[in-house]
C-alpha cells in the first residue's frame, strides 16, 4: 500500500481552479519529483494535502495517509500529522525561520512537540541534528538568530527543524531555488544523504530538471493545475513522451553535446481563469490537433510504465536510432 | 552598545534644548506678557515696572542666556501671576493628569491591542468587520465632540456620572473613557494591520508545517514579530502621558497639566508654560528612548543594526 494516496485533488482560490484533480502515489522511502513552470500548482498540491492552504482555498478531493483521510479533518489530527509524519522545506529558507527567535529554540521546539525532548536532551539532540545538516560548531551557533546565517545555512537548519520530527515524508518545495548554483548542489546532496540515512520518503518539487534526476527515482510533470506525464526518472528523461515534458528538455542547454540553439516553448502558461476548452497545453503545442482543442486527454498508464496524457505525443525513437 | 546610547542621548539632550529655544523665541515674540497680565487698563508706569522686574527690557539673546543659565543651575523660573516656583505648579499638577492619562493609556492597551489581534485571526468575519467599522469611529470623532456628547447622555440626561470636577472617581470615568476611545480604535487598526503582515510570513507557515497548535502558532511566532510596529505607536502614546489631555481636561474642568497649560500660554505666563513644554519634551524625549530599547529586545536585527527586512 502506498504510504501517502491523493487522490482528485482540487483546490480553487476565490472560485478560480488552479488544481484540476491530482491524481499521486508515494511509497514509504521513495523519492517522487514534482515538476513544472511556476503557478502549475506544484506547491499548492502539498500545501492543500497538509492544510497549509490561506482560508480563501476551497480543497476537495482525499489525500490518504497509511489508510487515514486528511482532507476536511479537524485540525488537531492534521496537525499531528504536520512535522511529525510528513515535515515540509520551503523555497525562501532565510524568511522561513522566525527572525526574533534563535535557530536553536526553534529546532528544540520541534523535539519538544514531537518527541518530548527538553532541557538539555533537547539541546544535545538538536546539536546532533545541525551537525548532521552540516552547520559547523553547531553548539555555540545554536544561540545565533536567523539574520546571522546564510541562505544555503537557513535551508540547513531548516532541514535539520524538519528532520527533528522524524518524519516518513519530506516535502522539500524548491529547497534549492533561491540559493547559488554550488550552494544548490551542496543543499542537493545532503537530502540525498539524508534520505539514504534515515529512509525517508522524500518529495522534491521544482523546476529544475537537473535536480530532480540527481535526487529523485521517479518523477510527474505538471501543467496547468493537472499532471501531464509521469514515470520512473530513466525513461522519462530519455524519451519524453508528452510534448510538454519534451519541451522542457529542449529549452535546457546540453552540456555535452554540440552547441545548438535552445528550443523555447512558445507562448505563456494560460490564465487559470480561462483554461482552454481542450488540453490546456494545446495552444502552445506544435503537435496539437483539432481534437486537442476541444477534448481533453486523461492520465491513461502507458506500455512501458508511466503514464501520460496525450493524444499526440512524441514517438518513441526507432529500435535502430537507439542503438544508433 | 555603549556608542549606540551614547548617539541616542546626545540626540535626545539636542531636542530638548531645541523645544526650549524654540518655546522661549515663539513666547517672546507672541505677546506681552505685562500687557496681558497686567490687563488693558494698567497705568504706563506698572507695565514698565514689571518689564524691568522680569527683565523684559533686555535683548532677547541676553534673556535667552539668563535663561539656560537658570535651567543649568536647576533653576526654572517663576510664575508671574503668583511668583511661585514654576517647577512646583507643574509638578503638583502632575499627578492629576496622570489619574486620568494612565488609566487611558491602560484601557487602550487592553481593548485596542487584543480587539486588532483578534479582528486580524477571524479576518473578514463579522467579528473583524465590526472591530473595524468600530475603530473607525473611534479614531475619527475628535475628543471634544465625543466629551460633550458622553456629557449631554451620561451627566444630563440620565445623570448618571459628573460632568466636571475632581471630587471623586466617578468624575474621572467620563475623561477617562473620552480620552481611550481615540487610542482603542488607532490601536486597533494598527493591531490588525500588523498582525495580518505577520501571519502572511513564510515562517508562520513553518510553524504551521512544524505541527504547532495555531495558539503557539500565534502566541510563539506570530505576536512577538508583530509586537515590534505595535511598540512604536505604544511608545507615542506613553509619551503623550503628560500633555494628552489638554481637551479632554479643559471640557471636564480637570486641574490637570492641560489646564495648567492653557491657562499659562492665554497669561503668558512665560516660565512656567516654558517648564511645561520641558518637561512635556523630556517625557516625550524618554518615551522614544524606551522604544528604541524595547525594539532591540524585540528584534535581533536591530541590535545588531542592521535593517529588519
Known amino acids: 500500500m502506498s504510504f501517502v494516496s491523493i487522490r482528485d485533488l482540487r483546490v480553487s482560490f476565490s472560485g478560480v481552479q488552479v488544481l484540476h484533480g491530482i491524481d499521486l502515489e508515494i511509497s514509504k522511502g521513495e523519492a517522487l519529483g514534482l515538476v513544472g513552470e511556476s503557478g502549475c500548482g506544484k506547491s499548492v498540491t502539498w500545501l492543500a494535502a497538509l492544510g497549509l492552504l490561506p482560508g480563501k482555498a476551497t480543497v476537495s478531493g482525499s489525500v490518504m495517509l497509511e489508510g487515514t483521510e486528511l482532507i476536511g479533518t479537524p485540525r488537531r489530527r492534521i496537525e499531528a500529522v504536520r512535522g511529525a509524519r510528513i515535515a515540509m522545506i520551503f523555497q525562501d529558507p532565510s524568511s522561513s525561520l522566525n527572525p526574533v527567535q534563535r535557530v536553536g529554540r526553534q529546532i528544540c521546539e520541534s523535539l519538544a512537540l514531537h518527541r518530548g525532548l527538553r532541557g538539555g536532551v533537547a539541546r544535545a539532540e538538536a546539536i546532533r541534528l545541525l551537525d548532521l545538516v552540516g552547520i559547523p560548531s553547531a553548539a555555540t551557533r545554536m544561540n545565533l538568530y536567523p539574520h546571522e546565517f546564510s541562505g544555503g545555512q537557513c535551508q540547513r537548519i531548516m532541514i535539520a527543524m524538519a528532520l527533528a520530527g522524524e518524519p516518513d515524508l519530506l516535502i522539500a518545495d524548491e529547497p534549492t531555488t533561491a540559493l547559488d548554483a554550488t550552494i544548490q548542489a551542496q543543499i542537493l546532496d545532503l537530502l540525498g544523504r539524508l534520505r539514504r540515512q534515515t529512509g525517508m520518503a522524500m518529495v522534491f518539487i521544482s523546476h529544475d530538471l537537473g535536480a530532480v534526476s540527481a535526487v529523485c527515482d521517479r518523477a510527474a510533470v505538471m501543467y496547468a493545475g493537472r499532471i501531464v506525464e509521469q514515470g520512473e526518472i530513466g525513461p522519462l528523461f530519455r524519451t519524453p513522451r508528452h510534448p510538454y515534458t519534451r519541451g522542457l528538455f529542449d529549452a535546457l542547454p546540453d552540456l555535452d553535446a554540440d552547441r545548438r540553439r535552445l528550443v523555447p516553448i512558445e507562448g505563456t502558461v494560460p490564465d487559470p481563469k480561462a483554461l482552454p476548452g481542450g488540453c490546456a497545453f494545446a495552444p502552445r503545442c506544435t503537435r496539437a490537433s483539432a481534437l486537442c482543442h476541444s477534448d481533453r486527454p486523461g492520465l491513461k498508464p502507458q506500455a512501458g510504465g508511466g503514464r501520460l496524457a496525450c493524444f499526440h505525443p512524441v514517438p518513441l525513437p526507432q529500435r535502430a536510432e537507439v542503438y544508433a | ?309
Open chain 2, 1 to 309: 552598545m555603549i556608542r549606540y546610547i551614547l548617539t541616542r542621548l546626545a540626540r535626545a539632550i539636542l531636542t530638548i534644548l531645541l523645544v526650549m529655544t524654540f518655546a522661549f523665541v515663539v513666547l517672546r515674540l507672541s505677546g506681552d506678557p505685562a500687557q496681558i497680565l497686567l490687563g488693558p487698563d494698567a497705568p504706563q508706569d506698572a507695565i514698565d515696572t514689571f518689564r524691568a522686574r522680569w527683565g523684559l527690557d533686555d535683548p532677547l539673546w541676553r534673556q535667552y542666556l539668563a535663561y539656560l543659565g537658570q535651567i543649568l543651575r536647576g533653576d526654572f523660573g517663576t510664575s508671574m501671576r503668583d511668583g511661585s516656583a514654576a517647577i512646583t505648579l507643574v509638578l503638583e499638577r502632575v499627578p492629576a493628569t496622570l489619574a486620568l492619562t494612565v488609566p487611558a493609556l491602560i484601557l487602550k492597551l487592553g481593548i485596542g491591542i487584543p480587539a486588532g489581534v483578534y479582528a486580524a485571526l477571524h479576518r473578514e468575519s463579522l467579528a473583524d468587520r465590526g472591530v473595524i467599522m468600530a475603530s473607525i469611529f473611534g479614531f475619527t470623532i475628535p475628543s471634544f465632540v465625543l466629551g460633550l456628547l458622553l456629557v449631554l447622555v451620561f451627566a444630563i440626561t440620565f445623570d448618571l456620572l459628573p460632568a466636571g470636577g475632581q471630587d471623586s472617581w466617578r468624575h474621572a470615568v467620563l475623561p477617562i473613557v473620552t480620552m481611550s476611545i481615540g487610542g482603542i480604535g488607532i490601536l486597533a487598526r494598527f493591531s490588525r494591520s500588523a498582525m495580518i503582515e505577520v501571519l502572511g510570513q513564510p515562517y508562520i507557515r513553518t510553524a504551521m508545517a512544524k505541527g504547532l497548535p495555531w495558539r503557539d502558532v500565534v502566541w510563539k511566532h506570530a505576536l512577538p514579530n508583530a509586537a515590534v510596529p505595535i511598540v512604536t505607536l505604544v511608545g507615542f502614546m506613553v509619551g503623550s502621558l503628560i500633555a494628552g489631555a489638554i481637551v479632554v481636561e479643559s471640557i471636564f474642568s480637570w486641574p490637570g497639566v492641560g489646564r495648567l497649560i492653557v491657562v499659562s500660554v492665554a497669561n503668558r505666563d512665560l516660565a512656567v508654560v516654558q517648564c511645561l513644554l520641558l518637561v512635556i519634551a523630556a517625557t516625550m524625549v524618554i518615551a522614544n528612548l524606551l522604544v528604541d530599547f524595547a525594539y532591540g529586545l524585540l528584534d535581533p536585527r536591530l541590535r545588531s543594526g542592521r535593517p529588519a527586512h
